[in-house]
T-cell receptor, first 111, second 113 residues
Framework: EDKVVQSPLSLVVHEGDTVTLNCSYE??????LLWYKQEKKAPTFLFML????IEKKSGRLSSILDKKELFSILNITATQTGDSAVYLC???????????FGSGTRLLVRP | ETGVTQSPTHLIKTRGQQVTLRCSSQ?????VSWYQQALGQGPQFIFQ???????GRGNFPPRFSGLQFPNYSSELNVNALELDDSALYLC????????????FGNGTRLTVT
């Protein structure tokens, strides 16, 4: 059965801290790994990773995929209160729009 | 560029009733997917539509059905509502290429009492 597991389930840090969110996956005909940020309702797209070992970066956020170990991490440096959200990881299958989501990591950044 | 819009934002229904949720896809996107997100969980895939045809379905019973219209907007219909159907229903659109990420709407919060 296809599954995506995220850890930790929740995390509380202080502004300025660096956090690492983890995502492991078992997805049939795996094509790519996606990260989304969900603050209130709509998940907003962060990264799509297709190739192993190539880091994607956007400001203070970065992510990398390990296709051998079936694993991805999302790093956030110098966290801000606006980073507080649920971070969702999802596996995409080849020739399909279906995404298999994990349960998310709830991040709370305290001032 | 108009994003994905969903209506209504909130809805309260009674067990056994039927509900229709609506979604307008982002401009230029011809593929629509629907997801159900229970509280504290990640979204679960219901089905997707491409050019008015269903071309993928998750593990949901037949009382969950949908439509896509020529303008690529979509409806999700749920019959014989159950308490466990209470969730956030998310619509997502894509420009039709498998390597493009999905863009989500704000969802419809359905409460079944």
């Amino acid at each position: 059965e296809d599954k995506v597991v995220q850890s930790p389930l929740s995390l509380v840090v202080h502004e300025g801290d660096t956090v690492t969110l983890n995502c492991s996956y078992e997805v049939t005909n795996f094509r790519s790994l996606l990260w989304y940020k969900q603050e209130k309702k709509a998940p907003t797209f962060l990264f799509m990773l297709t190739s192993s070992g190539i880091e994607k970066k956007s400001g203070r956020l970065s992510s990398i995929l390990d296709k051998k170990e079936l694993f991805s991490i999302l790093n956030i440096t110098a966290t801000q209160t606006g980073d507080s959200a649920v971070y969702l990881c999802a596996g995409a299958m080849d020739s399909s729009y279906k995404l298999i989501f994990g349960s998310g990591t709830r991040l709370l950044v305290r001032p | 560029e108009t994003g994905v819009t969903q209506s209504p934002t909130h809805l309260i229904k009674t067990r056994g009733q039927q509900v229709t949720l609506r979604c307008s896809s982002q401009s230029g996107h011809n593929t629509v997917s629907w997801y159900q997100q229970a509280l504290g969980q990640g979204p679960q895939f219901i089905f997707q539509y491409y050019r008015e045809e269903e071309n993928g379905r998750g593990n949901f019973p037949p009382r969950f059905s949908g439509l896509q219209f020529p303008n690529y907007s979509s409806e999700l219909n749920v019959n014989a509502l159950e308490l466990d159907d209470s969730a956030l229903y998310l619509c997502a659109s894509s420009p039709g290429a498998y390597n493009s990420p999905l863009h989500f709407g704000n969802g419809t919060r359905l409460t079944v009492t």
